[in-house]
């Protein structure tokens, strides 16, 4: 079984650049989150999907992120513009529904300097 | 919301010793308890998990207990390996509400030799 895709796997950009992360889940999952894990902190949830609906997005910071999930499949994560404080690893993790085991991508590493 | 507090941040042991991690979670709803490896650089991976209607559960050299009274779980590895070296992150969520998973901060694992 194919597991959570994501890219890019590194990212560096200037402060108040814009950045797109892009999510794979895995096929027939229909729950889907992206995580903010900080070094040496634990995942930090942002958003939480349910098919192409938002179930939870109270973390997300909204003035600068944006995330959707069209046709219920991938998911892109979008700041704009990026802080230096948004250096961090971004997971996507999918569930095969609101109560299974979470996977966990790969991760996007993103510095802004 | 829920608030889970893991310790010790860090944790040595001799390799073949036990290692043994603790969290404390907040919401006494909460029914479901995951706990994850994360190698440097590479993505969280579940480990073991246990629901509130057990008080523990095995899997080979691994074991977490949970006390519902108290509000904490513990994971246990016996006879440690060099490849036990890892970050492990509790974390607990309440399925069947919104499953937002909480996870801890943390806890560094070294396994000396």
């Known amino acids: 079984e194919a597991g959570v895709a994501q890219s890019p796997r590194y990212k560096i950009i200037e402060k108040r650049q814009s950045v797109a992360f892009w999510c794979n889940p895995i096929?027939?999952?229909?729950?889907l989150y992206w995580y903010q894990q900080i070094l040496g902190q634990g995942p930090k949830l942002l958003i939480q999907?349910?098919?192409?609906?938002?179930?939870?997005d109270s973390q997300l910071p909204k003035d600068r992120f944006s995330a959707e999930r069209l046709k219920g499949v991938d998911s892109t994560l979008k700041i704009q513009p990026a802080k230096l404080e948004d250096s961090a690893v971004y997971l996507c993790?999918?569930?095969?529904?609101?109560?299974?085991?979470?996977?966990f991508g790969p991760g996007t590493r993103l510095t802004v300097l | 919301g829920e608030n889970v507090e893991q310790h010790p941040s860090t944790l040595s042991v001799q390799e073949g010793d036990s290692a043994v991690i603790k969290c404390t979670y907040s919401?006494?709803?909460?029914?479901?308890f995951p706990w994850y490896k994360q190698e440097l650089g590479k993505r969280p991976q579940l480990i073991i998990d246990?629901?509130?209607?057990?008080g523990e559960k095995k899997d080979q050299r691994i074991a977490v207990t949970l006390n519902k009274t108290a509000k904490h779980f513990s994971l246990h590895i016996t006879e440690t390996q060099p490849e036990d070296s890892a970050v492990y992150f509790c974390?607990?969520?309440?399925?069947?509400?919104?499953?937002?998973?909480?996870f801890g901060k943390g806890t560094r694992l070294h396994i000396l030799p």
């Open positions: 993790a999918s569930t095969p529904d609101r109560y299974g085991t979470q996977y």
């Open positions: 096929s027939g999952h229909a729950t």
């Open positions: 999907f349910q098919n192409n609906g938002v179930v939870d």
């Open positions: 919401d006494s709803a909460s029914n479901y």
């Open positions: 246990i629901r509130s209607n057990v």
């Open positions: 974390a607990a969520a309440f399925m069947n509400r919104d499953d937002k998973i909480i």
